[in-house]
């Protein structure tokens, strides 16, 4: 088990809108995702990294409405953690693999059942070794 820390930061509330078109889809594969909210949780690690194997890897899906080719996804079960006050909960990094956000080694992006994170902002991820790049 690897533990990266990292912090808590604001989105551009993008995923809120595409999760919800998109979920359908990842929860035919991933029924686990129907506990999680539809929105993700972004956080900037404290180190690089890199998912060479996730858990379940989807599509490619077209979302969109648009007809074009459709878009993959990865999901890697793992750990999420409040640092303060300590929340702990199974969750999933979602790696939608046309995000920008992918090109960034430092920016996850997590889907979790609805917490009650106060005023805190410190997390940690746990996730398996053998399915990383750090």
């Known amino acids: 088990m690897v533990t990266i820390p990292g912090k808590i930061v604001r989105g551009l509330g993008a995923a809120s809108q595409t999760i919800r078109l998109q979920m359908p889809h990842l929860a035919r594969v991933c029924p686990e995702l129907q506990a ?9 690690l404290e180190c690089q990294l890199e998912v060479a194997s996730p858990d379940f890897l ?25 640092v303060d006050p300590k929340v702990e909960t199974d969750a ?10 992918r090109l960034n080694p430092y920016y996850a992006e997590i889907l979790a059942p609805t917490l009650q994170r106060g ?7 746990h996730l398996n070794a053998a399915k990383l790049i750090v």
């Open 36 to 44: 999680c909210k539809t929105a993700t949780i972004n956080v900037i």
């Open 58 to 82: 989807v599509g490619p899906i077209e979302w969109t409405g648009s007809g074009g080719p459709g878009e993959l996804f990865g999901l890697l079960k793992i750990r999420f953690e409040l």
């Open 92 to 101: 999933w990094l979602y790696i939608p693999y046309g995000s920008p956000h």
């Open 119 to 125: 005023d805190s902002s410190v997390c940690k991820i």
